[in-house]
């Protein structure tokens, strides 16, 4: 069965810094994996989907790689703003299975 | 409609009643999935439709908790007997048969059983 971690829990970073998060997950037998964001109170929102034959994907300030065959996927995000503080959550959707998704990482950005 | 909508956005309920949680789905999109998130975790599947059928209801937690989409359109997911462990956030998202594995959420019902 499919399980998605991610690290740190929570981070907190000053504007402007450069970050990356990170997401695990332990059967490479994937079909996807999207990163997602989620603001207090509200629904995801798609950031960046990336395909199992891909190794990145990118938009705007954000970057997300994919190395399948050692279960990991990071997002970066250069100059961070105050508006970019939320949860973000990594999700890998398996075949045969549905959608995992990991337990998230709360972001805050102080101005 | 523009997106997923979900009703209602909260609900509370005391212990053992029966509640019922709607999602309309982004229009035209045949797939339909529930998820459960708890505070602090990430959204846990539930179950997923194709269309009025239930393609795979794995997620579901007991026999209390049922999902109907009879038309092919919204979706009703009933909770009986709630209890206090089934507070969470309930979302529901969709996606369509031109890329199936890219999810469309909407903002959640939150339910809290007292």
């Known amino acids: 069965k499919q399980e998605v971690t991610q690290i740190p829990a929570a981070l907190s970073v000053p504007e402007g810094e450069n970050l990356v998060l990170n997401c695990s997950f332990t059967?490479?037998?994937?079909?996807?994996l999207q990163w997602f964001r989620q603001d207090p109170g509200k629904g995801l929102t798609s950031l960046l989907l990336?395909?199992?034959?891909?190794r990145e994907q990118t938009s705007g300030r954000l970057n997300a790689s994919l190395d399948k065959s050692s279960g990991r996927s990071t997002l970066y995000i250069a100059a961070s703003q105050p508006g970019d503080s939320a949860t973000y959550l990594c999700?890998?959707?398996?075949?045969?299975?549905?959608?995992?998704f990991g337990p998230g990482t709360r972001l805050s950005v102080l101005p | 409609g523009a997106g997923v909508s979900q009703t209602p956005s909260n609900k509370v309920t005391e212990k053992g009643k029966y509640v019922e949680l709607r999602c309309d789905p982004i229009?035209?999109?045949?797939?339909l999935y529930w998820y459960r998130q708890s505070l602090g975790q990430g959204p846990e599947f539930l179950i997923y439709?194709?269309?009025?059928?239930?393609?795979?209801d794995s997620g579901l937690p007991n026999d209390r908790f049922f999902a109907v989409r009879p038309e092919g359109s919204v979706s009703t997911l009933k909770i009986q007997r709630t209890e206090r462990g089934d507070s969470a956030v309930y979302l529901c998202?969709?996606?369509?048969?031109?890329?199936?594995?890219?999810?469309?959420f909407g903002p959640g019902t939150r339910l809290t059983v007292t």
């Open positions: 229009s035209g999109h045949t797939a």
């Open positions: 439709f194709q269309g009025t059928g239930a393609a795979d």
């Open positions: 998202a969709s996606s369509s048969n031109l890329n199936p594995y890219e999810q469309y």
């Open positions: 990336i395909q199992s034959s891909q």
């Open positions: 059967d490479s037998a994937i079909y996807n």
């Open positions: 999700a890998v959707f398996s075949y045969g299975q549905n959608f995992v």
